[in-house]
């Protein structure tokens, strides 16, 4: 590269699974070429999200600082919230919180800044909807806040000692997690699942097996096929009029993400994630890129949905396709496929569901012990991957979907092909 780059400005917004991966290899994979990179994110924490579901149950995360992580990167930290993008003028507008609050503390300072960039990395992920039916945003939890959830764990205990009864609506597989997590770290309580489907049901049939055992087992009473119409403050209204009592509700079902993109003009699906083309340049302004949960991403064997196995990918490929612009290299397409569906049932179990790149289960699946010390990778990798990749180049692809994915779609990766074996999952959130 050429000096006509240097001081070239990439903003990344968002630092969760894939922001934080994108904003340390983009450093990576610059570093000679004199970029500057600022990476936004409201906390000065990391939230590992894979790990939620045992702040609910009272466990606690460790404390990863989005500084720490950065450190030695030349990466700049900004804590605060992106409230607007201009995309003509090429500026991110932040308003700014303190060191030592999450932003909204009593100790947060508040200011405005407007960062101008070349390069936009969109990174804003997702929210649970807890829009979808009245009260959830009331009188259900989820797992989106930290503080939220240890507070919803720390209540447990004592509800335990009465036989409480605790709700988990949503049956995808964090809903399940949520569950068997719960019932397992305090049996006092009365845990139930609701969910519209048959939990798992994206799984083959002998993992799922294993799922309803492990459910079965710590006491989880699953209702499939309930279908929640209300989040009241003691208990959960089902269609036709049936209340489940709830002491505790914890709700998981359904994502939204930030209406920030389409607020600024940038393209957007009827979902509000961001449309990107095959690079996951932004359709409508191509020096915006989007990654992770807030982009909608296409493969020729359907969309992608929402896991940080797919966002990751996502992130490398977007720190390594700006390095390569910069540079003046041709760029590649984006390609990806699912390889696992790993869930946790509580610490001491655990199934694993080998995919096919289209997310549709293989017949191999592993559980028990190997399952959970698998597990357990899957979710330390991430920041594990943070650390090294400030020295080295990791790579976050399992797979690039071998065949399914070999053939670019038509109309810039958009268009979507059948997949040889006839199915694709319907699997659109996690
Ligand atoms: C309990 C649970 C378990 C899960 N387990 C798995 C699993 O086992 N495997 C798997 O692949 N996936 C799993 N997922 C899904 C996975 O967590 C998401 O797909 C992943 O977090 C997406 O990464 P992301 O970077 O797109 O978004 P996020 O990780 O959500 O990060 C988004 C970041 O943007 C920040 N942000 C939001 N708005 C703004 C703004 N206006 N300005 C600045 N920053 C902002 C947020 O604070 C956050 O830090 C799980 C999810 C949950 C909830």
Redesign the pocket.
Same mark, same amino acid.
Not at 13 to 20: E, I, K, L, R, S
Not at 49 to 53: A, D, F, T, V
């Given at each position: 590269m050429t000096t006509q780059h240097r001081g070239h400005r990439i903003v990344v917004? =968002?630092?969760?699974?894939?922001?934080?991966f994108a904003a340390v290899r983009t450093a990576r994979r610059t570093r000679r070429l004199g970029a500057r990179i600022t990476l %936004?994110? $409201?906390?000065p924490r990391?939230?590992e *999200?894979? !790990?939620?579901?045992q702040v609910a149950a009272g466990g606690r995360l460790a404390d990863h600082r989005i500084a720490d992580l950065l450190a030695g990167t030349g990466v700049e930290f900004v804590q =605060?919230? #992106? %409230?607007a993008i201009d995309p003509q003028a090429r500026r991110v507008t932040?308003e700014r919180t303190a060191a030592g609050g999450s932003g909204a503390g009593p100790d947060a300072r508040h200011g405005v800044t407007d960062l101008p960039y070349d390069t936009l990395v969109y990174?804003?992920?997702? !929210?649970?909807d807890t829009t979808r039916v009245p009260g959830a945003d009331h009188h259900a939890v989820t797992? @989106?806040d930290p503080r939220a959830a240890h507070e919803f764990g720390a209540r447990l205990a004592a509800l335990a000692a009465t036989g409480g009864r605790v709700t988990v609506s949503g049956g995808g597989?964090?809903g399940v997690? #949520?569950a068997a997590e719960l019932a397992e770290s305090h049996p006092g309580l009365e845990v139930t699942l609701l969910s519209r489907g048959v939990p798992g049901a994206m799984m083959g049939d002998r993992a799922r097996a294993h799922l309803d055992r492990a459910l079965a087992r710590l006491g989880v009473t699953v209702r499939a096929g309930a279908d929640v119409t209300k989040v009241l403050p003691g208990a959960v209204e089902l269609a036709g009029g049936a209340q489940v009592p709830s002491d505790l509700t914890l709700w998981?079902a359904g994502v939204r993400v $930030?209406d920030?993109a389409a607020r600024a003009g940038i393209e957007t699906d009827a979902r509000g994630l961001v449309v990107v083309d095959d690079r996951l340049r932004s359709v409508s302004h191509p020096e915006v890129y989007a990654? +992770? @949960? #807030?982009a909608a991403v296409r493969q020729a064997w359907g969309q992608v949905h =929402?896991?940080?196995?797919? +966002?990751l990918p996502t992130?490398q490929h977007v720190a390594d396709t700006i390095a390569r612009t910069l540079r003046g290299r041709a760029v590649r397409r984006f390609r990806f496929g699912y390889f696992h569906q $790993? %869930?946790s049932l509580g610490r001491r179990d655990a199934v694993i569901q080998f995919t096919y790149a289209d997310d549709a289960p293989r017949r191999a699946y592993l559980r028990g012990r190997w399952a959970v010390a698998y597990?357990e990778f %899957?979710?330390a990798g991430p920041v594990v991957m943070y650390r090294l990749s400030r020295r080295m180049n990791v790579t976050a692809v399992l797979s690039r979907g071998g065949r399914a994915t070999r053939s670019a779609a038509g109309g810039g990766g958009r268009a979507v092909m059948p997949l040889p074996r006839g199915r694709r999952a319907e699997n659109m959130g *996690?």
């Open positions: 917004v =968002g630092a969760g699974y894939t922001g934080m %936004v994110n $409201p906390s990391f939230t *999200r894979l !790990r939620m579901h =605060g919230r #992106a %409230v932040v990174a804003l992920g997702s !929210r649970t797992l @989106d597989l964090t997690e #949520a998981t $930030p920030l990654i +992770g @949960d #807030a =929402g896991t940080c196995q797919s +966002g992130a $790993p %869930v597990k %899957v979710s *996690r």
